[in-house]
């Protein structure tokens, strides 16, 4: 009887963490933006860029130490105006801050996508 008594607590204790985890979990990753562009304009100042979505939203984007630049070379000096990119961003409270940021399309720069597509348009829930 101790023992299932001991079983039943250390089964909702092991419960209970995976909730507690989850719930830490969840925000972290919905917090996540993917978004289409063209770069407009870049500002050495402040480490940000301006981009242009699929639907014609501007937005400003801030890099940090942190951000990785895949498929540009120079990182944050290879940005220019015109270069297609997609940026995954988070949410801070000085606005959106590039976790990755890698041209559209391969590396090629051409708009299609990886998938053999001809837009690079991307369907994803968390697609802007």
Do not use: C, W, Y
Not at 14 to 32: E, K, S
């Amino acid at each position: 009887m101790v023992i299932r008594r001991t079983l039943t607590r250390l089964a909702t204790a092991v419960i209970a963490a995976a909730l507690v985890l989850g719930a830490f979990a969840l925000p972290a990753q919905a917090a996540l933006r993917h978004i289409d562009g063209t770069v407009l304009s870049k500002n050495d100042a402040d480490r940000s860029f301006r981009i242009s979505t699929q639907n014609g939203n501007r937005v400003r984007i801030k890099v940090n130490a942190l951000t990785r630049f895949e498929r540009i070379p120079g990182g944050f000096g290879g940005l220019h105006q015109g270069l297609r990119v997609e940026v995954d961003a988070k949410r801070t409270a000085s606005g959106l801050v590039a976790v990755q940021v890698e041209t559209r399309g391969g590396g090629d720069d051409d708009g299609a996508d990886d998938n053999g597509g001809g837009g690079g348009d991307d369907d994803g829930p968390n697609h802007t």
